[in-house]
Each structure stands twice: as C-alpha cells, then as structure tokens.
C-alpha cells in the first residue's frame, strides 16, 4: 500500500474519532482522497469521495479533510455500528493509477 | 439501484489461469469504468485492473501487468478479469467495482474468493 495509515483507533461511544491518511505530491498532493469503510466479511462501501461529498444514504457524522499531502476522517458521534476497518484511496499520478491506504481498524470502546 | 454480481468461488493450483465475471445491471453500463480490487486474507484493498467498456480502454498496475486481462462484454453487460501464472501470492478475494470518480469506487461486487493451492 502507497497511502500509510495508522493500524487501529479507538474512542468511546458518542467521542469522535480521526484517522490519517499520509501520502505524497503525486497522489494526496495533487489528487482527491476517498475514504471506505469495510464490515468484517463485506465488500467495502465509498463513504466520502472529491471534497468532502458523501454518497446518498452515508450520515453526516462522516467528514474528510485534507492538508498537501495528508488527510483525515473524522467520524462523530461514534457508533457500536461504526466499528469496522477503514481505507483511503486517491490517485497517483506517477503510477498512473489509483492507490490505496494500509488499512485503519477503528474500535469502539 | 446499480448492482454488480460476480461469479463463484474458484480452488486453482499453481501456474494456472483463472477467469472471473462481473455482471452490472441497474445503470448505463457505458457511462462508468470499472476496476478490479483484490484483497488477500487480512491485507488491505489493491487495484489490480481497470476498463473503461464502450471505448475498450484499460489499464494495469506494474505489478500485474503481463499476467492479467480484462475484458468487456457490452451486449451482457459483464466485465471478466484473467489472472495467469497464478500462485499463492494470488490467493484473495476480487472485487469489481464501478469508478464514480478517480479512486472513487460506488458500487461494488460481493466477491469473489480464488484460493490458489496444490
């Protein structure tokens, strides 16, 4: 994986939560960050994608920021349900292809 | 709503070849290009493919190209990835999904688990 991301994250029900997303120029840099969650034994699901714009359906506890080469999700109002493993993507214009992040599984505690 | 359904599971030994499909229905099948995800047992999501289908183009990461094929059926709606030379580093689960925007992936597959084993 091109985008690194820390291994896990943590917070009590109702705390909010933020995970990173670190990249380069040539991905994060120049290039919009996506973010996915994936339930244990699912497919992964697009939560926010371009600047900070969410699929229908996906509540507004989920939001995205971005920084030059880094990025977070930050999710609020934690939820039992919201306990899940979490990736970034973008694209990287070197590989000519888009990259995904190591992976962030996120516990509520 | 757009959905995309994928074919069975697939037990293959080593240097074989593997085909898979993915059938998209609920939306214009030209207007979106679709991409294969694979995720090894524990491992994070890499891109493996992409085809974009009325106009035939594709693209390959560096680590797969030269052994993976996609294709495009446009009469049945269904994308089809091959992977040659398999071995077990091929071992995952592949998913299909629809590019909403670069990397930006909206609708996905259930899967498709191909085990490489002798």
């Known amino acids: 994986s091109v985008l690194a991301q820390p291994p896990s994250a943590s917070a009590a029900p109702g705390q909010t939560v933020t995970i990173s997303c670190s990249g380069v120029t040539s991905n994060i840099g120049y290039n919009d960050v996506n973010w996915y969650q994936q339930l244990p034994g699912q497919a992964p699901k697009l939560l926010v994608y371009g600047r900070n714009q969410r699929p229908s359906g996906v509540p507004g506890r989920f939001s995205a920021s971005k920084s030059g080469t880094s990025a977070s999700l930050a999710i609020s109002g934690l939820q039992s349900d919201d306990e899940a493993d979490y990736y970034c993507s973008s694209w990287d214009d070197t590989l000519n292809g888009p990259v995904f992040g190591t992976g962030t599984k996120v516990s509520v505690l | 709503q757009a959905q995309l359904v994928q074919s069975g599971p697939e037990v293959k030994k080593p240097g074989a070849s593997v085909k898979m499909s993915c059938r998209a229905s609920?939306?214009?099948?030209?207007?979106?290009?679709v991409s294969w995800v694979r995720q090894a047992p524990g491992e994070g999501l890499e891109w493996v493919a992409w085809i974009s289908p009325y106009e035939d183009n594709r693209n390959y990461p560096q680590t797969t190209q030269g052994r993976v094929i996609v294709t495009a059926d446009t009469s049945t709606n269904t994308v089809y990835l091959e992977v040659g030379s398999l071995t077990s580093d091929d071992t995952a689960v592949y998913y299909c999904?629809?590019?909403?925007?670069?990397?930006?992936?909206?609708?996905w597959g259930q899967g498709t688990l191909v085990t490489v084993s002798s």
């Open positions: 999904a629809r590019e909403r925007a670069a990397s930006a992936y909206d609708v």
């Open positions: 609920g939306y214009t099948f030209g207007s979106f290009g």
